[in-house]
């Protein structure tokens, strides 16, 4: 179907779902960025670090530095670049900067959510207003006459408005809820790689080799 065709099949609905589609893309596309330069990146920039900062802790903040466009770099660096804290004020330290990451990592959430509610919502609205046109264009003592290409427009726009609506959901729905699964493995490898720094951090802090330099 062309994109004139679909319009006009459509009816007044056709705009806000093209609005949703458009907007619906730009933010998957910006989040599939995202996630490919985390997922690509992160594990090894870690694992690096946590190596590096069993032998040097400044070699490990340059590092993260390098690195400071991922989320579990910024949240390391909130801690290690504390001027000798103790190990509960380097733990809330890290606790507290995983929690301002959690916006970034939940970006365009409700938007998506937005979306998936209110597609099928606009593409009912659309039958509705199709079913209409129809009965308005029915005439009994007119069957097969003139007015029969008006019941078949009404018919046309509930069907496509409503198949438009649900594709428009559908497509939204499996980028969001694979999202979702990108921040819930985010956030347990924060968990897990900030557990393994934070044992790091003690047993230099109980052997009193914390560097004073490592100042904010």
């Known amino acids: 179907m062309k994109a004139s065709n679909w319009f006009e099949a459509c009816g007044i609905v056709a705009w806000p779902l093209l609005a ?125 006459g003139t007015k029969t290409a008006g019941v078949t427009a009404g018919i046309s726009e509930a069907l496509v408005s409503t198949a438009s609506g649900l594709v428009v959901a559908i497509f939204t729905l499996m980028f969001a809820n694979t999202f979702r699964g990108f921040y819930l493995r985010q956030i347990a490898l924060i968990q897990e790689y900030g557990g393994q720094i934070e044992l790091l951090y003690l047993d230099r802090y109980e052997q009193g080799e914390v560097s004073h330099a490592s100042t904010r």
């Open 20 to 144: 949703f589609s458009i907007v619906g893309l730009a933010m998957i596309a910006e989040r599939l960025w995202f996630w490919f330069r985390v997922n690509r990146r992160q594990k090894r920039v870690v694992r690096e670090v946590l190596r590096l900062y069993q032998h040097d802790s400044d070699v490990a903040i340059r590092k993260l530095q390098q690195n400071a466009d991922l989320p579990i770099a910024r949240i390391f660096l909130e801690a290690l670049e504390l001027n000798h804290p103790s190990p509960e004020k380097f733990r809330i330290a890290l606790e507290s900067a995983a929690q301002a990451e959690i916006p970034t990592l939940k970006r365009f959430s409700t938007a998506f959510d937005t979306i998936i509610s209110l597609s099928p919502l606009l593409g009912l609205l659309g039958t509705v207003l199709g079913l209409i046109t129809s009965f308005a264009a029915l005439n009994i003592g007119d069957v097969g």
